[in-house]
């Protein structure tokens, strides 16, 4: 990774590729409005170089090639050369740019033979493909970014609901960076204090001074700790919980994930054990994604195929974060109902009691009874009567009563997550050293080594095989 010179000029398609409308081929470094200057013709006839930062201008990539004397002319050319494609090329100089290099973006049109011809151009005259990730880390060793919000770009890529693209979009504005630099300053200064007392024997303090300082480290360590206490909603929104529909077969266990995806996702059969196998999906249930798992409801498996399935099943059940356990509210408890609540009574459940459009026939009784501290909700599928009380439900299950805004720094890095735990427990030695008079030269150098982990998330203190790594998780245009 990222052995290649700094110093080249990169380029890279920054669009999906495939058909699409537009398509957009990056360049950046020193040399980018060079190449573009042998690569563009502007209707104006004017050389890139010359042109202003951050201005658009019209015209056509084009190649040298020669025309056959015979040939007539013709309007596929341009000042002697052929027309590649029409375009608009963006100019952006350093050091106002993504990069802080020059950067020239052409936006073509979005079939993959155009944007191959004009990257292909680019690399002729001088560019080097750029390896993934390559823009953002030079947006971080230029100093335009610390490491925190290069991760954010990633997140705010993949983020697959509203409500985590607005934590990313935090992430990226430095909200996480000003908090973690706060807190440095914090123990920073208590560091810087604790030498002055180390390395001046006659400046020694008493109890009441250690007290103090004291004090101070436990004000750093409750914003680390509470940093650390978003985390849960931070992977949540992230990441999204694994939901996996549970209970014997014909419950109605497929119609519940069809309603849950709002698409016929699903196969539906009044025959009992049409599901063969689990089926996965993900959906968006009040900004929360949501991984949502349709197990197949057989106990009993007939052959190998079904072997498989029940054995997959209870994988899944294992592994969930939440067990939607469907019951046919029209019928009585049979012993394979009884033989599922046994397994996932203990676990994370949601007793869902499906066909509530129907006469009641079940004990809810005996269910009550076997999940005492269980939520309990009645649903139709069918008729899709009580959904939104469902999701509710489901939700309520995830904050576990608690509302967390996105607005504010949640930590979903699973990177941040482990270096705020080193950081808190150094924090934490620190205060345990200092309570019990051990020599302060041993709680500075805790408090010096946290300092260091929190370094590690912004980027000051990063070994290079992990930044490589951290990048390597791009796509080749960003």
Known sequence: MFKASLEDTIVAIATPIGVGGIGIIRLSGKEALAIADKIFV?????????????????GWIVRNRPTPRRCPPTRCRKGGKEIVDEVLLTVMRAPRSYTREDIVEISCHGGIVSLRAILNLALEYGARLAEPGEFTKRAFLNGRI???????????????TDAF?????????????IELENIREQLTDIYTELEAIVNFPEDDIDASGRRQIARKINAGFRRVERLLESSEHGRILKEGIKIVICGKPNVGKSSLLNVLLKQP???VSDIAGTTRDTIEETAQIQGIPFQLIDTAGILEPRDLIEKEAVKRSRLFVEGADLILFVLDASHPLTKQDRDLIGHVKDKNVLVVLNKCDLPSRIETKKITEAFADKRLVRISALRKKAIAQLEDAVVENVWRGRVTEPDGILISNVRHLDSLKKCAELIKTACQSLSENFSLEFVSEDIKEAVNYLDQITGKNIDSDLLDKIFSQFCIGK
């Open 42 to 58: 502007s209707k104006a006839t004017v050389k890139p170089t010359r042109f202003r930062s951050h201005t658009v201008h019209y």
């Open 146 to 160: 610390d490491l925190a919000q290069a991760e954010a770009v990633l997140d705010i890529i993949q983020s697959r």
């Open 165 to 177: 693209l607005k934590v990313s979009v935090h992430q990226l504005k430095g909200d996480l960076t």
């Open 265 to 267: 996702r699903a196969i």
